[in-house]
């Protein structure tokens, strides 16, 4: 490590790099900058008058920093960080102080868990020469720093690392000319905070400029974060590629850093390599050197925006690639397998690419950043993908899509995926959050907006305003029920509490909440109810990302946007205030609207209530939180229903008149579920709409009635309601014409089934479900065969080939004689014609189905057909299909093959557990495996934010006896793991089981032995 002068040219020169990007950045005037400007006279006059000590003191002393007043500059070319509430810490200093060195020595700021902000970065330069036949990598970067206060501690982010220092032992690199020289006192790593410390002999002064230089190398790793290595087959030869993963807290394994969202700068890489091999990193390559002797190249990239290391990007890889440009100039580039692009499976991906950034920028009127974007697919990631800037990562499964054999869920996946991470090419890369309490300022836009892109995409999948319900909203609901749920922004100190923000609170939670439902109800409703939505919404967006281009946003600020929307529109509302309670409390409310019953008032009156819903009954006695709540409320009778108003609720219960209302009235509250809560009513209601449905479903709209589904399903399984009140409602499913509410029928029933699938009484409930479903399925019908692709998707109804699939699914699930044989014909076909004949669209259903319920020879057909194809897709759903066997021995062998061989992809081991656990037959065997083989399953995927967590609950989430919750508890207390979410979650989920079968099954299966014409109850 050494510390090098930052000599005037130098800085010169380096500012004329960046001029292309500095000249657009938003800038916020800093104190430090002001005072430079206010003062430079004053600040000349001392230099002059103190010039000749510094020249003596130059001599005398043995630098390794170089030096530059910076007032002018930082103002052309720095944006500022954000000043809003979760940024101070950040800018700051914790703790430093100019005075005395012994006191400074005391502070000690590297045990403090976040960077003390005494200086900031301002670029990196960065040099890595990778060798991809012994996976190492080694490299030096001269950083950049301004000095913010005076300070003579350096400290920065490093992480299995080994740094070196230039210029050898004694630590004294040669002066560069023009330069003076700080002497460093010492340097240090302290692993605990992962952190590198430079302490020298005199302060940095602040309003100066300094430059840092350090060497280091590392391994390239086999696991899946910082610069890890990867490989495939072609042609039965195996290669290898490298590629980078630094989000949230992992660009400090690949180089030294400040390794914080807030401390952006502009980066400038070359990298060398084999020649053999491309590189790709954020930018695009603006020279490359001939090979050398040892056949190596070295590619340099242009220098990038100002931007958090966390989406510093390169590969080593050698891929091939399609590419593509937009009507702007961006070129699009997708790499992949070589196999893969010549078949086409990166075609689909690189099309809607292109549509993609044309929409986006079309819709938030801000221009995309960068002159290309880079599509990389490789074979195994710890995440569906990452948004890096200009190079982002793919998993293969979530970017490669064969027309001739993928599914259109398949294809909708894709789709969603892609969607999601150009969005982030604005919330995320161009507008960083200024700290991970507040990561759902890019999550929940970008989870948000997958729907609103795949609508401009494909309009007849109609996904913003359907599938939104079943996929976010429901889901969602299920985990922010419990009360190990969090709040949507919660304080985050130690790098290990990072790992909480990244979950489906942030991503689907704030989707709903804070993006749907704050548009639907404070904008539309508050403002002016004539006022076009998404004009006002659009430019509070487009506004929000202008002012904070290049830098960085808090949650502070983007309410600020909100209010201001607000105010020009005449009415004077703190958006922040309001939304604090969803943000700073967990959960969400249950609102209870009951008729009036007293004879006081008139029946045109109803009294509202709201509390903390939660799944367990046990935890609701003391809890004292309250939101402010808007209510959407209509009135209906058997042909028609009132226009929706507009209800505030503030507290615990109220009085609201709604309308006039007799015995025959019922009513509707959350107008096709806009808002974040659950809905119950007095059990008459229930009655009157479930006669509703049952008469004229139609009157209720289709939002509403999967709504009202998934609400009497939850409210059941934690007691609000009676457990025959969401059995009665679904009565009317043969009568049901639409996807979304069976879809929402379909995952409360699935919930169910695990539950109940290994009771001595599981027939009744099958039964009951089969009763539900056999008219529409017979009605619907199997697909035929045909071409796939985008083509035929478009022309199709994806609604209706939706259901279709959707009904097969429950038949085949449940036991209906004539789906298992459509299945085994298919199935049997294929084995004795080597054509597979099987749609698309039902592939898993039919291979799940067929390896249920046929014999040895058909399962080992299946595992034959996994190794042999390319297409990703069908390589998911067949090996998928091998967890579904009823055979002990054929499941024990799978887990073992998964985790112990290169049979399975390491990428699918996680989703060959789960799987397996959710075969009721295997649900033992897997439980079991995972405990055995928890060091090493905690060893491989352990920091990879959701694959752990996917794992711990996808195992245990369908435990449901007291023998189970009690080796689960053993298991956390012998293993040492309780710190972690994922376990209180899986601990009260399986907790919550339990306690359904001693409340509840009982009671559940006394209304399936009723006739179904009896009372409701």
Known sequence: MGLNDSSPGAMRNGRALSDQWADSVVVRPRTTERHITVHKRLVLGFALSILTLIVVTVVAVVLSVRYEECGGRDRDGAAGESGSRGSAKSNGSRGERSGDRGD?????????????????????????????????????????????????????????????????????????????????HRHFAYPANQMYVVVLHRELKP??????????????????????????????????????????????????????????ATFSLALRHDAQYSALSNMPVESSTPPQEDGGVTDRFARTPRMSTYYVAWAVCNFTYRETQTDDGVTIRLYARPDAIASGAGDYALHITKRLLGFYQDYFKVQYSLPKLDLLAVPKHPYAAMENWGLSVFVEQKILLDAEVSSASYQMEVTMVVVHEICHQWFGDLVTPVWWEDVWLKEGFAHFFEYVGTDFLFPKWNMEKQRFLTDVLHEVMLLDGLSSSHPISQEVEQAADIDRVFDWIAYKKVSHHKIRQSVNTVVKTTVHPTMSLPVLSVCVLQDYLLSHMYGNAARDDLWSKLSQAMRSEGRDIDIGQMMDRWTLQMGYPVVTISKNQSEQLPTHYVTISQEHFLYGQELRSNNSLQWQIPLTVAVGNASSVSAESLIWVHNRSETHRVGQMDDTTWLLGNINQTGYFRVNYDIQN?????????????????????????????????????????????????????????????????????????????????????????????????????????????????????????????????????????????????????????????????????????????????????????????????????????????????????LTSDLVPEQDVIDVIIHVGRNPQGRNLAWKYFREKWDILNARYGEALFMNSKLIGGVTEFLNTEKELNELKDFIKSSGVGAGPAWPRALEIVEGNVRWHHLHRRQFYQWLRKPLSSALG
């Open 686 to 898: 229930w009655k009157l709409l479930i006669q509703q449905l049952h008469n004229n479903p139609q009157i209720i709209s289709v939002g509403n009635r999967a709504g009202l589904i998934d609400d009497a399903f939850n409210l059941a399984r934690a007691g609000y309601l009676p457990q025959g009140v969401p059995l009665q409602l679904i009565g009317y499913l043969p009568a049901e014409p639409s996807f979304l509410p069976w879809h929402s029928a379909s995952r409360a029933l699935y919930q169910l089934d695990k539950l109940l699938d290994r009771t001595d009484e599981y027939s009744l409930f099958s039964d009951y479900v089969l009763k539900q479903v056999a008219s529409r399925y017979h009605q619907m019908g199997w697909p035929t065969n045909g071409p796939g692709g985008e083509g035929n998707v478009l022309q199709a109804s994806y609604q209706t080939e939706e259901l279709q699939r959707e009904l097969i699914m429950l038949a085949c699930s449940f036991g209906n004689k004539q789906c298992h044989r459509q299945a085994v014909a298919y199935i049997s076909d294929w084995i004795s014609s080597n054509k597979n004949r099987i749609p698309p669209n039902i592939r898993d259903i039919v291979y799940c189905t067929g390896v249920s319920l046929m014999d040895e020879d058909v399962w080992e057909f299946i595992w034959m057909k996994f190794h042999s194809t390319n297409a990703v897709s069908e390589k998911r759903i067949l090996l998928e299909a091998l967890t579904c066997s009823d055979n002990s021995f054929l499941l024990n062998r799978l887990l073992n093959l998964s």
């Open 104 to 184: 400074e020595e005391a502070v000690q700021p590297w045990r403090n868990s976040r960077l003390p902000g005494t200086v900031r970065p301002r670029h990196y330069d960065l040099r890595l020469a990778v060798n991809m036949d012994n996976f190492t990598f080694s490299g030096d970067v001269g950083i950049e720093l301004e000095c913010v206060n005076a300070t003579r501690f350096i400290v920065l982010h490093t992480d299995r690392l080994e740094v070196r220092w230039p210029g050898g032992a004694g630590g004294r690199p040669a002066n560069r000319p023009g330069g003076g020289a700080m002497r460093v």
């Open 207 to 264: 309003m100066r400029v300094y430059r840092l230089k350090v060497s280091f190398n590392a391994a390239i790793e086999d696991e899946l974060l910082g610069f890890f290595r990867s490989s495939y087959t072609v042609q039965r030869e195996k290669r290898y590629l490298a590629v980078t993963q630094f989000s949230p807290t992992h660009a400090r394994k690949a180089f030294p850093c400040f390794d914080e969202p807030v401390y952006k």
